[in-house]
């Protein structure tokens, strides 16, 4: 008897190891704040796609204005309005989507198998999803988020040409009033 316990204990001890592993990787590839993907794992993600040669479009969403509605409203509320990005992505896009918090108040997305109709579709419909948020006061505000995207494999062929790509097409929208989205 003392051995089965023995063998238990053992048993027990590897699966709480397992367990404890998964959950270090877990946290190493999600982002604290909205729990999506942060950007060294969205890369790995992308770079597996890549591989696959499959057609997709990678985004950049930038929240507009951010650092004011931080300066505004307070840096709790900030963290309010990047959970309610998030929450939008992760309705508005379609399943399968490679969905991360590149850093700060930018956001990236890479959409599989989609028409680019149906991107600029999704884009809109996001907009609108977050254009109101209610905070703790109850006091309404109104955002918006530019955005670029890219093509792969005709507007990049890797992880950096794709940023560079939609980052230019990011960078032409905040240059033309930003709350759009508009691919290179």
Sequence with gaps: KYFDTGVIMIDSDYLMEKKEKKRYIGLSSTDALTGIL??????????????????????????????????????????????????????????????????GDEFVVYLKDVTKESVYIYMEKFQKMIADLTLATGEKVHLSASAGGAAFPEQGEDFISLCRSADAALYNVKQNGKGAFKIK
């Design 38 to 103: 942060n950007r060294r794992a969205f890369q790995v993600e992308l770079e597996e796609q890549i591989r696959k040669k499959e057609p997709g479009f990678f985004i950049f969403i930038d929240v507009d204005n951010f650092k004011s509605y931080n300066d505004t409203y307070g840096h709790n509320n900030g963290d309010l309005c990047l959970k309610h990005f998030t929450k939008a992505m992760q309705e508005c896009f379609p399943e399968g989507s490679i969905l991360s918090r590149y850093g």
